[in-house]
């Protein structure tokens, strides 16, 4: 499984012109599928992504710590939001020809319902999360804080 993680102050998906999922300050996940992931996969990923200590503290928080400790809260705790973007193309290799093979990306019948257990995942957190629409053309506007990008990958072992 791969995410890209992506720390904004706003972010929406759209899909035939029509804004399907918004958020503001939050994370933006843009997430691939590879055949071989399992649930222990998508449970470390999506409490990594919950738990990863990427954004400032409110100021309330902030004047109890110190200065150098200040990149100190997950977006749990800064009660953010979180827009989930499925992107096959993470999974895209580029080393041969001038052709990207996708032959890693799990097949979308594979991949709509893992992907769906994931964004479960996230919503048990109690956090607002918003989707794009699973195999649809989207655009997507990210406006990266920052900027903050992080790639996060678990294989299943061999």
């Known amino acids: 499984m791969r995410v890209l993680i992506q720390r904004v102050t706003h972010s929406q998906v759209s899909v035939q012109d029509k804004v399907i999922g918004k958020i503001g300050r939050g994370l933006t996940l843009l997430v691939g599928i590879t055949a071989t992931d399992t649930a222990a996969e998508l449970d470390w990923m999506a409490q990594k ?58 097949p979308a019948e594979q991949a709509a319902p893992f992907f769906e257990q994931f964004v479960e995942k996230l919503r048990a957190s109690g956090l607002r999360v918003q989707t794009g629409k699973f195999g649809a053309d989207m655009q997507v506007e990210i406006y990266n804080d920052g900027p903050v990008t992080l790639w996060l990958e678990r294989e299943a072992p061999m």
Do not use: M
């Not at 992504?49 to 409110?58: G, I, Q, Y």
């Not at 200040?70 to 096959?88: C, D, K, M, P, T």
């Not at 993470?90 to 020809?97: A, Q």
């Open 49 to 106: 992504c919950l738990n990863l200590r990427l954004f400032t503290p409110t100021s309330e928080q902030a004047q109890n710590q110190a200065a150098s400790q200040r990149r100190e809260a997950s977006v749990q705790e800064i009660g953010g939001e979180i827009l989930v973007v499925s992107q096959f193309t993470l999974y895209g290799d580029c080393r041969k020809g001038r052709r990207p093979s996708f032959v890693q990306a799990a």
